[in-house]
């Protein structure tokens, strides 16, 4: 089978590899549809992702057809669309015993630690699969992973209906934060510094788009808020300037939810933690947040609705991973297409 493999940072091959066989009854053999390039493909292509290990086939967006499936799989048969979870957990661990597994000691990410799914087949168990609507259309259930990591952050801001969320940034991820902060009934301002993701934003539901670059969003948030600041603030540009920006806009018993991996300090003072008794959360992957994102695109009201810009075929990967690399301004997702 083929399979797109990155070797070093900025070697890409797409190679021929043994087609994976199921060796546990709970396995699940799928057969690979689509496959989203997310930024931190991105980061292992370039040999900047911390976390990965390499060689590595990268690809943790997926959705596939199950073409087999062992003997003690229960709840998936031959045929079945699905989209695959892509964690590992121990189950035993502090995180894992408080339903936390995504952050578990031992975690296992499809793609990152472990090869992923940006290959013709691939093998994994039951339970990091779930099934969807056969009559959605690939490119749609294909975003059933970062809707995930929307959901996350805005479940672990506590957003609820008629919050008002500030979120930074409005590429792919700020987006999918936007539509499930809307799903929850808030209140969204979005940031950004490009004009056409801004009024992409806008189309997919903000309340409000500012541009960071010639706005000033502290004035901007005191007007929408009336002095209040804004209940929730989810960080998705994750720079040190961005976070701290969240501590001066953020209402007093609000909540910080900051989805990056940037090592830099920010200059952070204890003052406004504590004296508006402020949360400050990460936001990881996901936990648990899989069946919700279904049961919303099973129902429709998840629609990537202009998300997917670009689409290439396998054989074109490396144009695919270049023309993301080149045209950052205009790709919000691009989709790997397999046969």
Not at 37 to 49: P, Q
Not at 80 to 95: F, Q, R, S, T, W
Not at 167 to 184: D, E, N, R, S, T
Not at 270 to 281: A, D, F, G, N, R
Request: net charge negative; aromatic share 6%; with cysteine.
């Amino acid at each position: 089978m083929k399979a797109v493999q990155v070797r070093k940072a900025r070697d890409l091959v797409l190679q021929e590899m043994d087609k994976p066989k199921i060796s546990n009854s709970t396995d699940v053999l799928v057969k690979v549809k689509r496959v989203g390039i997310c930024g931190s493909d991105m980061h292992i292509y370039h040999g900047t992702n911390p976390l990965a290990t390499l060689p590595r086939v990268v690809g943790h967006e997926v959705a596939g057809e199950v073409e087999e499936i062992g003997q003690g799989v229960t709840g998936i048969k031959v045929g079945d669309h699905v989209v695959i979870e892509p964690i590992k957990y121990c189950g035993k661990c502090y995180a894992c015993r408080k339903g936390r597994q995504n952050v578990c000691e031992t975690l296992s990410v499809f793609g990152v630690h472990e090869d992923g799914g940006m290959r013709e087949w691939c093998v994994l168990p039951e339970k990091q699969l779930h099934v969807v609507d056969p009559d959605l259309a690939w490119d749609e259930i294909v975003l059933a992973e970062p809707y995930t990591i929307g959901a996350q952050a805005v479940w672990r801001g506590d957003v609820e209906e008629d919050d008002t969320v500030l979120i930074q940034g409005a590429g792919p991820i700020g987006v999918c934060i936007l539509k499930m902060a809307k799903l929850q009934g808030a209140s969204v301002m979005i940031t950004d510094l490009s004009d056409e993701r801004l009024k992409f934003a806008e189309e997919c539901g903000a309340d409000i788009t500012v541009h960071a670059g010639n706005e000033d969003v502290r004035q901007r948030v005191e007007e929408w808020t009336k002095g209040e600041g804004a209940n929730v603030v989810i960080d998705a540009v994750c720079l040190p300037m961005t976070f701290e920006l969240s501590f001066e806009v953020v209402s007093t018993a609000g909540s910080i939810v900051v989805l990056g991996f940037d090592e830099r300090p920010a200059s952070i003072s204890q003052l406004p933690i504590t004296k508006k008794e402020v949360s400050v959360k990460g936001s990881r992957l996901q936990t648990n947040q899989f069946p919700k994102v279904v049961k919303l695109l099973n129902e429709g009201r998840l629609r990537h609705e202009g998300l997917v810009t670009h689409t290439f075929s396998l054989d074109d990967v490396q144009e695919a991973f270049d023309f993301v690399e080149s045209h950052p301004e205009q790709v919000r997702k691009a989709i790997i297409v397999f046969n």
